[in-house]
Every structure is written in structure tokens, then in C-alpha cells.
């Protein structure tokens, strides 16, 4: 029996920079290429929405097809609508009607953009599915795949990553990853690519106007109920238009007239209350974290010395982790972090900028 001589990659194409030029990366490396564009949008009305960009509009698609053209691959639009809008979207609105602050994108890319492409994508005969993200995949001694930081520290996004499995990694690429913005940029120019200037989208994709109360108060089953803001003792300092509004850390929006700047330090929905302080207030020194995920290391064993990071745009800070009660990982940070928020992804890097492993943030802890 013959053996295949060419790999076959489907490469998870938004319309972006980043995906045309991995594409093209890998069409040049000898792979056998098919573009596919996931749809993902819920009605007509959300795909017309040409400004919408990033992986849902009809300008993706359009453009994603123009570039697949202009590559000599194929392209194909394949429906996810039903596992988006069961793993992003419920999760999203669960989750902040829940008091907690979610990354769609974390979850977006593991059950939707690998574990429902890649599925397909085997089902085909591919051998990998690939995508423009800003990372780079390698296999350790001790045999496991992880991911590590990408050559460009100001574009990495192994954060919004850190939930893949190894089965999962094991059949992805990530071409960009070697490369920084601007040289990704700079390669689809000079092939000619009409993308090559394409702004990158910045809001979740499904709440274009960026206002996520309004969406919750929208999508919700049941209305969204105002309540007290209090502060920490308990008092009753006003009252706030829903706890799907707010998140730890915020100062905007807040209509308080204290006479000094204050934040929101937690949100409480067993009583709808959101609780207000000052800003020192917000720095805590341990961090909890459950569902978790580890990549470069089957388990967690005794205390291990981790760079850590508690949001996307954190730049992370020093600390130990080690496991507690309930499957669970309390990291402690050597100085204090501000905001660490539950349903935020917590992930942690090992010194050589491999991913660890992560989870979600359940509980913050002043005392160190």
C-alpha cells in the first residue's frame, strides 16, 4: 500500500493577516493546504454586519476566499454554529450572570476552533489543522507537547491557548509563531496578499458594539435585576443596574459619588450585591485556580517556581504553585497582583517560556 507523500493541513482562515500568511507559509513548506472559514455567526442579520470583522462577518469570508484564491488552495465554509453557540455563547452568558468575568476566546479555541475543527478535519484526511495564532508548539524530553512563547512578546497569545490538549497539539501548527507582526505583514505584502494591511479585530466577535451588558440583558432567560453597591462592611452605597455590567477592578461607570476614586473589588450574586473599595484593596497575593489544564507536565508535584499570568494583557509576575484540596492549584505570587478575577484564566510559564498549565480563577486571598 502506497503511503501518503504529502501532509494535509486545513488552516482555520479568518480573513486576517495572520491565517492568509500561515496559509502561504505552508503552502511553500509543501503541505497540502485547504483554507476552511468556520461559521460561526447566529443569524443573517450578525454575518451582514461588514465592520464586524475578525471570524464572523461577511468580509471574513469574502476575504478569506480572495486570499485561497490567490494562494491556488481550496477554501470551504463549514457550519460550527450550533458548538459556538453552545460553548462560547451560553458559556459567556452563564458565566457573568454567575458574577464571573469569562474569556470567550479561551474557550472558543478549545472546543470550537480545535477540538470541533480538528474532528472534522481527521474526518477528511487531514493530518493537521493549522492557524495564524502567535505561538509555537514544541515536543518536550519527557515526551509531551507545549506550547511556548512566540517570537514576538507584544503579539503572543499562548494565554488564550493554554486550555489545549495534547491530542490537540499534536496535530496542530502554528507557522506565525516564528515571526513578529510586522514581518507576517511584511511577507503578505510581498506576495501580494489584499489583506496585508487588515486591521486586527479588538471585541469578541458575537457583541460588536463591545456592550456586554446589553447583550446578557438581551440573551438572558431571566431580566437582569438591579441591586446595592456596598462596601466592604456591608453598607449600602447605591445602586448598580445589574451585576452582568460590572467586573473586578472596574472604575468607569460606577455613578458613585464617594469624593475618591473607587473600584470594584467583588461581585456577589447570591445577593446581587457588587462590593466597592478602594484601589489597594484589589491586590491580593494568592490566587486559586480549578478546571485545570496542564501541558508541559502530566501532574503538579511538591511546590514549582512559575511566571504567571492572571489576564491576557498581564505581563506576568513570580510565584509558586502547588496543588490543594478539590483538584485544585493556589498560586502565590511574590508582590501582590491587582485584580485577579474569577473566571479569568490564570497560566503559568515555566523559565524557558513553555506553558505549564492553567486553569480558572475561583478565589483571590489578600494574606499571603
Known amino acids: ?62 476575504d478569506a476566499r ?37 474569556n470567550p476566546c479561551i474557550a472558543c479555541n478549545r472546543y ?12 477528511i484526511g487531514a493530518d ?6 502567535y505561538a509555537r508548539i514544541e515536543r518536550l524530553p519527557n515526551g509531551r507537547y507545549a506550547l511556548k512563547t512566540s517570537a514576538t512578546a507584544a503579539k503572543d497569545q499562548t494565554y488564550a491557548l493554554y486550555n489545549l490538549t495534547q491530542r490537540q497539539l499534536s496535530h496542530t501548527l502554528m507557522p506565525a509563531g516564528e515571526y513578529t507582526k510586522e514581518e507576517i505583514r511584511k511577507i503578505a505584502e510581498d ?7 487588515k486591521p486586527d479585530s479588538q471585541e469578541i466577535c458575537f457583541i460588536p458594539d463591545n456592550d456586554y451588558g446589553k447583550f446578557i440583558s438581551e440573551n438572558s432567560s431571566e431580566p437582569v435585576k438591579e441591586g446595592n453597591f456596598v462596601d466592604e462592611e456591608g453598607n449600602i452605597l447605591g445602586v448598580h443596574r445589574g451585576i452582568p455590567y460590572y467586573t473586578i477592578g472596574q472604575r468607569k461607570g ?5 469624593g ?14 457588587v462590593v466597592i473599595s478602594d484601589n489597594e484593596s484589589l491586590f491580593s497575593h494568592r490566587v486559586e485556580a480549578e478546571k485545570l489544564n496542564f ?13 504567571a499570568k492572571i489576564r491576557y494583557n498581564h505581563k506576568g509576575a513570580s510565584a509558586t504553585v502547588r496543588m490543594c484540596p478539590e483538584d485544585r492549584l493556589e498560586c502565590i505570587f511574590d508582590e501582590p497582583q491587582r485584580a485577579a478575577t474569577p473566571g479569568q484564566a490564570l497560566v503559568l510559564y515555566q523559565e524557558d517560556g513553555c506553558v505549564l498549565g492553567g486553569g480558572t480563577i475561583v478565589r483571590n486571598k489578600q494574606k499571603k
Open 1 to 62: 500500500m502506497r503511503q501518503k507523500s504529502t501532509k494535509k493541513v486545513v488552516v482555520g482562515m479568518s480573513g486576517g493577516v495572520d491565517s492568509s500568511v500561515a496559509a502561504y507559509l505552508l503552502k511553500r513548506k509543501g503541505y497540502e493546504v485547504i483554507g476552511v472559514t468556520m461559521q460561526i455567526w447566529q443569524d443573517e442579520e450578525i454575518f451582514r454586519q461588514e465592520e464586524n470583522g475578525g471570524c464572523c462577518g461577511l468580509s471574513a469570508v469574502e
Open 66 to 102: 480572495r486570499v485561497a484564491s490567490q494562494l491556488g488552495i481550496p477554501h470551504y465554509v463549514m457550519n460550527f454554529k450550533k458548538e459556538f453557540k453552545e460553548r462560547v455563547m451560553d458559556y459567556f452568558l452563564s458565566e457573568y450572570l454567575a458574577g464571573k468575568t469569562p
Open 112 to 123: 470550537v476552533k480545535w477540538e470541533s475543527l480538528l474532528e472534522r478535519a481527521l474526518g
Open 128 to 133: 493537521y489543522i493549522a492557524t495564524g495564532h
Open 191 to 197: 506576495i501580494g496578499l489584499l489583506v496585508a494591511r
Open 254 to 258: 460606577l455613578h458613585l459619588s464617594m
Open 260 to 273: 475618591r476614586p473607587v473600584f470594584v473589588k467583588e461581585i456577589r450574586p447570591e445577593t446581587n450585591e
Open 295 to 307: 501541558m508541559a507536565v502530566g501532574e503538579l508535584a511538591g511546590e514549582v517556581r512559575v511566571m
